[in-house]
């Protein structure tokens, strides 16, 4: 059964620092890119940021360019997300994605003093 | 970047009946390699979202053939030929030919009248 759980998210204070982690399982992950893409409450969907089968090629959008770091860790199974310099509008339950074929629950991160 | 734009925003249906969603681009979704890159996904009242509908109208495994996707160039549509109680929430179109960014559009909501 293919699984993506996320983990790591949380309440932050603005320009405070997150690590979000997405363990799969169920489906070979190195041979996947993987993407983490954004929902704010009540809210639509918006792409974050997204990596190569061999972590060699990265993208990000233009909301988060500069302070998230997106990474994978093949060995392990895991995608990571580095979050700081947060802001209000980082609030968002956060989904990483495999290609966009299957999605893990998601993991919510609040920023808020 | 490539603004997908979803009609209606609000669709209440009545069930057993069919619905059908618009979702129109900015752009022509057709890659270099000839495919077009417009999925349609859906997201169920608590649950992350599910890809439904890739490359325009191939099912993804699992998929009730009650769902249907159509279109070309710009201009899509997602169908139910008739709606059960289970397709309650927000279906999103998203598009993969030119990234990035990964784009969707703003989403439709389903409801039963």
């Known amino acids: 059964e293919v699984q993506l759980v996320e983990s790591g998210g949380g309440l932050v204070q603005p320009g405070g620092s997150l690590r979000l982690s997405c363990a799969a399982s169920?489906?070979?992950?190195?041979?996947?890119?993987m993407n983490w893409v954004r929902q704010a409450p009540g809210k639509g969907l918006e792409w974050v940021s997204y990596i190569s089968q061999s972590g060699k090629t990265t993208y990000y959008a233009d909301s988060v360019k500069g302070r998230f770091t997106i990474s994978r860790d093949s060995a392990k199974n895991s995608l990571f997300l580095q979050m700081h310099s947060l802001r209000a509008e980082d609030t968002a339950v956060y989904y990483c994605?495999?290609?966009?074929?299957?999605w893990g629950q998601g993991t919510p991160v609040t920023v808020s003093s | 970047e490539v603004v997908l734009t979803q009609s209606p925003l609000s669709l209440p249906v009545t069930l057993g009946q069919p619905a059908s969603i618009s979702c129109r681009s900015s752009?022509?979704?057709?890659?270099?390699?000839?495919?077009?890159?417009l999925n349609w996904f859906q997201q169920r009242p608590g649950q992350s979202p599910r890809r439904l509908i890739y490359w325009v109208s191939s099912r993804d495994s699992g998929v009730p053939d009650r769902f249907s996707g159509s279109g070309s160039g710009t201009d899509f549509t997602l169908k139910i030929s008739r709606v059960e109680a289970e397709d309650v929430g927000v279906y999103y179109c998203?598009?993969?030919?030119?990234?990035?960014?990964?784009?969707f559009g703003q989403g439709t909501k389903v409801e039963i009248k």
């Open positions: 994605a495999a290609s966009f074929d299957f």
């Open positions: 752009q022509s979704l057709v890659y270099s390699d000839g495919k077009t890159y």
């Open positions: 169920g489906f070979t992950f190195s041979n996947y890119i």
């Open positions: 998203m598009q993969g030919a030119h990234w990035p960014p990964w784009t």
